[in-house]
Every structure is written in C-alpha cells, then in structure tokens.
Nanobody
Framework: QAQVVESGGGLVQAGESLRLSCAAS????????MGWYRQAPGKQRELVAD???????NYADSVKGRFTISRDNAKNTVYLQMNSLKPEDTAVYSC?????????WGQGTQVTVSS
C-alpha cells in the first residue's frame, strides 16, 4: 500500500496556476517533514519546498513568491499552490515524507507549462 500519493498535475499555459496535493498515511504524516521535489528532463531532482510538522516552510529561490506549501494535519495532506507558472517549472513533481531520515516517495505527477 502506497504511503504517499500525489495528485493535481497537468498541462497549463504560462501565467496560470495549479495546485498539487499529496496524501500520506497517518502513521507517517504526523511525524514527517513533507516536501515537494521536481525533476526536469536532463536535470537533477531539486527541492521545491518543504514544511515541518509545526508549519515552518522552506522554498527554492526559483519559486519564492509564486509557490506556497501548506499542510492539513487533519487530512494528512500537503499542498503545493503554484501561481504564475513558467515554462521552466515543467517537471515531474514528487512528494516526499521524511521521518528521521527515512524517506517515502510518491509516484510523481507531471506538470507541463506551455509558453
């Protein structure tokens, strides 16, 4: 049974918005730092944003001011609101749950931004 499951990717035009969701199992969500990563073709995977159990957030410089990460502890879900999308945001976005160094990954969801 998958521990982490993403949804919400798709194809949008530059300047539009998307919201990604990531549901994690209850057993790990409450303990985890939840993060969104992305990997574009030919590039290494990079951290987009993460959020601690208490709501402290961290963003990549390239998305600051455009993306917002949030978590709903009652729903065991983390969200990534992506506004003002750019073609360079095109990538496979993956959700990660980190509990004391143990990582659980989702299957990834494709985000494509056309110019």
């Amino acid at each position: 049974q998958a521990q982490v499951v993403e949804s919400g990717g798709g194809l949008v035009q530059a300047g539009e918005s998307l919201r990604l969701s990531c549901a994690a199992s209850r057993s790990i969500f409450g303990l985890a730092v939840m993060g969104w990563y992305r990997q574009a073709p030919g590039k290494q995977r990079e951290l987009v944003a993460d959020i601690t159990r208490t709501g402290s957030t961290n963003y990549a410089d390239s998305v600051k001011g455009r993306f917002t990460i949030s978590r709903d502890n009652a729903k065991n879900t983390v969200y990534l609101q992506m506004n003002s999308l750019k073609p360079e945001d095109t990538a496979v976005y993956s959700c990660n749950a980190n509990v004391l160094g143990r990582n659980d990954w989702g299957q990834g969801t494709q985000v494509t931004v056309s110019s």
